[in-house]
């Protein structure tokens, strides 16, 4: 099956800080999502991006799969973005896949 | 509109107890998952469902747990018996055709 890394693994930002979390991915993929999961558990969705680039508010996403990787934006991060962000890919008629997941905590 | 909705939100059982869980997608949505999350890691898909159908069970350990969609809107899934390592969040997502997954808020199954 598809392998999905995700970097860093942590991080830790001052409030205010821009960050880039990257998505790298084993195999050609036709589903790409970006999550967030806050300190309580819920999986909530930032961005469907299987190709392109998308922006929603001080989040944006670009993902270039002919070289099998996303990137994901934060700008100006505020202390409710902190959790942990994954990606998650399905590729052809493969299963969904999450990756390892990277872990942000934004101080004040 | 409504989103996923799981019940109960936490369990705590035994070993070798039974335990079901309780999932209802968001009305419309052809496609419902189960996902399993250990704490520090991303969720693992363990079934996935197309309407009342199975499209991929390859990661449910068969032996203890089953689930089902009869009517291909809600669903359940179960475990019996339990084992200590089943300690997780059970995630159920919900998808319009296998595209754009929507997550409920899990519930936490602690095994003693």
């Known amino acids: 099956g598809i392998q999905v890394e995700q970097s860093p693994p942590d991080l830790i930002l001052q409030e205010g800080a821009n960050s880039t979390l990257r998505c790298n991915f084993s195999?050609?993929?036709?589903?790409l999502q970006w999550f967030h999961q806050n300190p309580w558990g819920q999986l909530i969705n930032l961005f469907y991006?299987?190709?392109g680039t998308k922006q929603n508010g001080r989040l944006s996403a670009t993902t270039v799969a002919t070289e099998r990787y996303s990137l994901l934006y934060i700008s100006s991060s505020q202390t409710t973005d902190s959790g942990v962000y994954f990606c998650?890919?399905?590729?052809?008629?493969?299963?969904?896949?999450f990756g390892t997941g990277t872990k942000l905590q934004v101080i004040p | 509109e409504a989103g996923v909705a799981q019940s109960p939100r936490y369990k705590i059982i035994e070993k070798r107890q039974s335990v079901a869980f309780w999932c209802n997608p968001i009305?419309?949505?052809?496609?419902l998952y189960w996902y399993q999350q250990i704490l520090g890691q991303g969720p693992k898909l363990l079934i996935q469902f197309q309407n009342n159908g199975v499209v991929d069970d390859s990661q449910l350990p068969k032996d203890r747990f089953s689930a089902e969609r009869l009517k291909g809107v809600d669903s359940t899934l179960k475990i019996q018996p339990a084992k200590l390592e089943d300690s997780a969040v059970y995630l159920c997502?919900?998808?319009?055709?296998?595209?754009?997954?929507?997550f409920g808020p899990g519930t936490r199954l602690t095994v003693l």
């Open positions: 009305s419309g949505h052809a496609t």
């Open positions: 997502a919900s998808s319009l055709q296998g595209n754009e997954q929507f």
């Open positions: 991006i299987p190709s």
């Open positions: 998650a890919v399905r590729g052809g008629y493969q299963k969904v896949t």
């Open positions: 195999d050609s993929v036709n589903n």
